[in-house]
């Protein structure tokens, strides 16, 4: 019977109850940390982004929902997380994934320190309203993803456009639609970052790269919308396999699909 029930637990990645939650402690817990800055929204909800430091495991684990365990201090200018293991969830998700943790990174942050057991990583950070900048000065045990990440711009928006192989003008009569709204100008993110946007479209047969734009006003963006409301009207249908969306820099987001619904 005990073997039994160890197979089922085995076959179901579920973990049998125990006193402690921690899967691994910080003694036990090889596995690199992962880690990378990133803009992020309230609830997902429309509004400004503000910033989040992303954590995860290198190594994955037999449940997707596995969290890393810290804690955090922020003074003068630096953030120190200290890492002390990792902590399963009470319900398994059956998918094999890497360990999480999220936490805010506040917008004065000069000095990052990842402490785990003895080892401590530093990292110098750089943050303005363009960029976030990560520069490893002493590493053991993380990897940093992105040394620089990109922000959005005030007042941009995305255009993210893929279609099937018959249709493939669709995306660039679109944007020479766009050409018309004169409060509208063509932005360009630098080369050596991470973009914030989907830098295209996925799903497609033909992806296209992401266009980028920033709007005077508010008119400016509301024209956009009702342009992208008619083309898709006009130009598509469900079963064409075209997809045609617009997403904010303050997480408005419109798409083809569902104005087709």
Not at 156 to 165: D, P, Q, R, W, Y
Not at 187 to 196: A, D, E, L, S, V
Not at 198 to 206: A, F, Q, V
Not at 216 to 230: F, G, I, M, R, S
Request: glycine share 4%; proline share 4%; aromatic share 10%.
């Amino acid at each position: 019977m005990k073997q039994l029930l160890f197979l089922l637990c085995v076959l179901t990645f579920a973990s049998c109850d125990t006193e402690d939650d921690t899967v691994l402690n910080d003694k036990t817990l090889t596995t690199a940390i992962e880690f990378y800055a990133k803009e992020v929204y309230k609830d997902n909800k429309k509004g400004r982004p503000h910033l989040n430091l992303i954590l995860k495991t290198e190594k994955p684990f037999p449940c997707a929902n596995f969290t890393i365990n810290f804690t955090q201090n922020f003074k003068n200018g630096k953030l120190t997380i200290h890492i002390s293991g990792i902590n399963k969830s009470d319900i398994c998700l059956t998918a094999i994934g890497p360990a999480t943790g999220y936490l805010e990174l506040p917008e004065k942050t000069q000095q990052l320190n990842i402490v785990r057991g003895d080892q401590i990583d530093k990292y110098r950070v750089n943050i303005n309203s363009k960029k976030i900048e990560i520069v490893s000065q002493e590493q053991e045990f993380t990897k940093l993803v992105n040394p620089i990440t990109l922000r959005y711009p005030e007042n941009s928006f995305a255009v993210i456009c893929g279609t099937n192989l018959e249709q493939t003008y669709l995306c660039e009569d679109f944007l020479t639609k766009l050409k018309e709204i004169e409060a509208l100008t063509p932005y360009n993110f630098p080369k050596n970052g991470r973009i914030p946007y989907p830098d295209s479209s996925s799903g497609n047969w033909i992806n296209t790269a992401s266009t980028y734009y920033l709007y005077e006003n508010e008119d400016a963006l509301n024209k956009t919308v009702d342009y992208l409301k008619t083309f898709t009207q006009e130009n598509l249908s469900k079963s064409e396999g075209n997809s045609l969306s617009i997403i904010t820099w303050d997480n408005q987001r419109i798409y083809s699909y569902e104005l087709l619904e």
